[in-house]
Nanobody
Framework: VQLQASGGGLVQAGGSLRLSCTAS????????MGWYRQAPGKQREMVAG???????NYADSVKGRFTISRDNARRTVYLQMNSLKLEDTAVYYC????????WGQGTLVTVSS
């Protein structure tokens, strides 16, 4: 199983980024997926999840700003992040839910003022 996250970078507050996580080694379309993040000195936290059927859920802190989606043909899950805030700065990881055994390498998002 491999989960390859990409799309992070440096962005000003109020800006947008789209993260991608491309999967291999398992039947992607049958699995729920999730995005998590870990800020310096903090525990990893759930950001958003999407079921195999496409229903989504979000942490309260990102509702209305972030959108998770998936493209089963491309074996990819996305995280569209809008109206970014300083507190969104973190390393973002994708994982297979609900077991969360496998994690991508993470992609760093830095939001500057």
């Amino acid at each position: 199983v491999q989960l390859q996250a990409s799309g992070g970078g440096l962005v000003q507050a109020g800006g947008s980024l789209r993260l991608s996580c491309t999967a291999s080694g398992f039947v992607f379309r049958n699995n729920n997926m999730g995005w998590y993040r870990q800020a310096p000195g903090k525990q990893r936290e759930m950001v958003a999840g999407i079921s195999s059927r496409g229903s989504d859920n979000y942490a309260d802190s990102v509702k209305g700003r972030f959108t998770i989606s998936r493209d089963n043909a491309r074996r990819t899950v996305y995280l569209q992040m809008n109206s970014l805030k300083l507190e969104d700065t973190a390393v973002y990881y994708c994982t297979i839910e609900p077991n969360r055994i496998y994690w991508g390498q993470g992609t760093l998002v830095t939001v500057s003022s």
